[in-house]
T-cell receptor, first 111, second 114 residues
Framework: GEDVEQSLFLSVREGDSSVINCTYTDSSSTYLYWYKQEPGAGLQLLTYIFSNMDMKQDQRLTVLLNKKDKHLSLRIADTQTGDSAIYFCAESDQAGTALIFGKGTTLSVSS | DTEVTQTPKHLVMGMTNKKSLKCEQHMGHRAMYWYKQKAKKPPELMFVYSYEKLSINESVPSRFSPECPNSSLLNLHLHALQPEDSALYLC?????????????FGDGTRLSIL
């Protein structure tokens, strides 16, 4: 079945780059997503990449997709304390309706 | 700011109460979703509505009853809940039905069952 794996924790210093990694199993996913969840809040759609792309850049965020290895990464440049949150990687299920989430990576940024 | 609005933000209810969670979006999306999220876990899909018709029910107990009165509104009616139902309930929406479109989430309703 479909599965999404992520490392659980990442700790960086303010100003450094953060790289959050994700592996997925369903190669038929049309889009792959990154969501951010701050404490006590809902999920914010941070960015997403179409499956026929290798890279997408949006200001401080860079998404890299390696379809051969089914590996997705999110790089946050110049990480700030406001970036501290849980980051969920997600793909669409085979029917294209439900999202399959990873367990989430808790990013901790120290000043 | 989220474009999916959920009310109330917090709800405390007893196991014999009946209450409803509400979700509203004005993005013209035609698919709406309910998810349940326990602490430190990813969201789990409960229901999907596509063009105001229930298309997916992920084997959710009947004490949860969804309703989609129109394309902008989604309700979740609660009755005789159990303490293990305490969680964050998230609503989401996506455009053009439910196929492979990015889902936008609300801030959720934090539900506590006494």
């Amino acid at each position: 079945g479909e599965d999404v794996e992520q490392s659980l924790f990442l700790s960086v210093r303010e100003g450094d780059s953060s790289v959050i990694n994700c592996t997925y199993t369903d190669s038929s996913s049309t889009y792959l997503y990154w969501y951010k969840q701050e404490p006590g809040a809902g999920l914010q759609l941070l960015t997403y990449i179409f499956s026929n792309m290798d890279m997408k850049q949006d200001q401080r965020l860079t998404v890299l997709l390696n379809k051969k290895d089914k590996h997705l990464s999110l790089r946050i440049a110049d990480t700030q304390t406001g970036d501290s949150a849980i980051y969920f990687c997600a793909e669409s299920d085979q029917a294209g309706t439900a999202l399959i989430f990873g367990k989430g990576t808790t990013l901790s940024v120290s000043s | 700011d989220t474009e999916v609005t959920q009310t109330p933000k917090h709800l405390v209810m007893g196991m014999t109460n009946k209450k409803s969670l509400k979700c509203e979006q004005h993005m013209g999306h035609r698919a709406m979703y309910w998810y349940k999220q326990k602490a430190k876990k990813p969201p789990e899909l409960m229901f999907v509505y596509s063009y105001e018709k229930l298309s997916i029910n992920e084997s959710v107990p009947s004490r949860f009853s969804p309703e989609c009165p129109n394309s902008s509104l989604l309700n979740l009616h609660l009755h005789a809940l159990q303490p293990e139902d305490s969680a964050l309930y998230l609503c989401a929406s996506s455009s053009e039905g439910a196929m492979n479109q990015p889902q936008h989430f609300g801030d959720g309703t934090r539900l506590s069952i006494l």
